[in-house]
Every structure is written in structure tokens, then in C-alpha cells.
């Protein structure tokens, strides 16, 4: 067990639709990051937020937006579905540091399928 | 821009046999450099890390060896076994950004 407690671990949902994703880092660390994961790929980057700020942005869709809470926990919005965001939604956290790269804990990942 | 390129793509080895997995990467400000491991519907966990100033780390049956001018890192599995049958992920990292590929697939065969 991480400690990052991803929830639901399954969505479906139609074309169209809004879903949000919910992601409680461990206990202590301010960082959250967001990936998706589509079938047999790799990571994909989407979103990192540090104590409630938006800290770095990947290849996230104008569609999608995320936000961090004063208690931590961060929440993934994905709106206008379609077929092709079907997939693993990851949520990270990582310890916070003064510098370099703390090792990234993750949670089970929520299942998305759009139909 | 492919920051990260992983070799193979996919691999099958016998039990007890030696794994393999290359990582290459272009950005030289990386200093950071882990195996993450990722079993079916799981979220990838750390394996094995390793900062620039040393060239080889060995820990349990995993080693990584990593090649700083040639921009190369690499995981040796020894003695592989079925329940190390998983994807693998290098992310090169720096300023609290790792930097994901595509994975490699590893099927150890009974």
C-alpha cells in the first residue's frame, strides 16, 4: 500500500459527460502529480500541484483541469468526454524536499471507460 | 522531442535468466535516474534509483549501471523470476520532474 488512495477505482461514462477524479496524497506530502495511462502506454504527464499551487503543466487538454484543496487532496475534472480519454488515471505524490527528486508514490489508478 | 527512449520495447526471458532493460535519454541536466516497476491495473512503484556521481548500484538481484557520456542507463535483473514479469519505466528526473517513456514490457517465461 502507497498511502495515495485513488478514488472511484472504476468510471463509465457516456460521450459527453463530466467526470471528477479524486487523489489523497500520504500523509505529509504537498506534491501531487497527474498521469494518464491509456491501454499498454506509458506515463503520460498531465498536471503537478505543490501545497495548493499549480506547479507544472504537461500535455493536459484544455478540457481537463485539476485543483489542490487546503487539506491536500486534489481532484481531476474531465469534461466533454470522449472515447479516446479512456484509461488509467494516476494520481503521485512525492515527500517534500529542498531540492532534487524524492521518489514518487502512486496510487491504484481509476479505471476510466467512455462509451 | 523524445526526451526518453527505452530498448526493447518488449522482452521475454527464461527463469533464471539475466534481464536486460536500456534506457537513453538527451536532457544532461537530469540527476536523477530510477526503475520504476508497474504490475497489470497497478501504479508503478520505485525499484532502484541512482544519482550521477556513481556509475553502478546493486541492490537484491537488481543492479542499474549508468553510462553519464554516453547519456545511457540500464537495469540488469539477475536470476529473473516469474513475479518479476512487469513493465518497466525509466524517468530521468531533475527539479522535482521525472520524465516518463513508453516502458518496456518483461515476460519471464517458467
Known amino acids: 500500500d502507497s498511502g495515495v488512495t485513488q478514488t472511484p477505482k472504476h468510471l463509465i461514462t457516456a460521450t459527453g459527460q463530466r467526470v471528477t477524479l479524486r487523489c489523497s496524497p500520504r500523509?505529509?506530502?504537498?506534491?501531487v502529480y497527474w498521469y494518464q495511462q491509456s491501454l499498454d502506454q506509458g506515463l503520460q504527464f498531465l498536471i503537478q500541484y505543490y501545497n495548493g499551487e499549480e506547479r507544472a503543466k504537461g500535455n493536459i487538454l484544455e478540457r481537463f483541469s485539476a485543483q489542490q484543496f487546503p487539506d491536500l487532496h486534489s481532484e481531476l475534472n474531465l469534461s466533454s468526454l470522449e472515447l479516446g480519454d479512456s484509461a488509467l488515471y494516476f494520481c503521485?505524490?512525492?515527500?517534500?524536499?529542498?531540492?532534487?527528486?524524492?521518489?514518487?508514490?502512486f496510487g491504484q489508478g481509476t479505471r476510466l471507460t467512455v462509451v | 522531442q523524445q526526451q526518453v527512449k527505452q530498448s526493447p520495447q518488449s522482452l521475454i526471458v527464461q527463469k533464471g535468466g539475466i534481464s536486460i532493460i536500456n534506457c537513453a535519454y538527451e536532457?544532461?541536466?537530469?540527476?536523477?535516474f530510477p526503475w520504476y516497476q508497474q504490475f497489470p491495473g497497478k501504479g508503478p512503484a520505485l525499484l532502484i534509483a541512482i544519482r550521477p556521481d556513481v556509475s553502478e548500484k546493486k541492490e537484491g538481484r537488481f543492479t542499474i549501471s549508468f553510462n553519464k557520456s554516453a547519456k545511457q542507463f540500464s537495469l540488469h535483473i539477475m536470476d529473473s523470476q516469474p513475479g518479476d514479469s512487469a513493465t518497466y519505466f525509466c524517468p530521468p528526473g531533475s527539479n522535482y520532474q521525472l520524465i516518463w517513456g513508453a516502458g518496456t514490457k518483461l515476460i519471464i517465461k517458467p
Open positions: 500523509s505529509g506530502d504537498l506534491s
Open positions: 536532457n544532461t541536466a537530469f540527476d536523477y
Open positions: 503521485a505524490s512525492t515527500p517534500s524536499g529542498t531540492g532534487g527528486v524524492p521518489e514518487a508514490f
